[in-house]
Nanobody
Framework: VQLVESGGGLVQAGGSLRLSCAAS????????MAWFRQAPGKEREFVAA????????NYADSVKGRFTISRDSAKNTVSLQMNSLKPEDTAVYYC?????????????????WGQGTQVTVST
């Protein structure tokens, strides 16, 4: 089982980036797919999650209204559209998967993890 993120990079404040995560090795159709991030010297934190098809989404307060998570269960992919980026969004972003539907924002609830992709927002 593998989760592979892509789409990170350097962007100016106010700009946009789209992260993608491709899952392979099994179907993640019934899993909750999420994005976490970890800034230098800080704990890994929840960003957004999408339950399986039709199950809903949730977001960290810090990204509500700016980030949008979406998933294509048929293609085993999940994306994170990030708009109005701020320097404080700078972090390594990780894709994660949890068994079944969950509203958990705790990283311990997520079983599979990608290697991460760096997002840097400059002033």
């Amino acid at each position: 089982v593998q989760l592979v993120e892509s789409g990170g990079g350097l962007v100016q404040a106010g700009g946009s980036l789209r992260l993608s995560c491709a899952a392979s090795g099994r179907s993640f159709r019934t899993y909750t797919m999420a994005w976490f991030r970890q800034a230098p010297g800080k704990e890994r934190e929840f960003v957004a999650a999408a339950q399986w098809s039709g199950g809903g989404t949730n977001y960290a307060d810090s990204v509500k209204g700016r980030f949008t998570i979406s998933r294509d269960s048929a293609k085993n992919t999940v994306s994170l559209q990030m708009n109005s980026l701020k320097p404080e969004d700078t972090a390594v972003y990780y894709c994660a998967a949890a068994f079944g539907p969950t509203w958990s924002v705790q990283q311990g609830s997520y079983y599979y993890w990608g290697q991460g992709t760096q997002v840097t927002v400059s002033t």
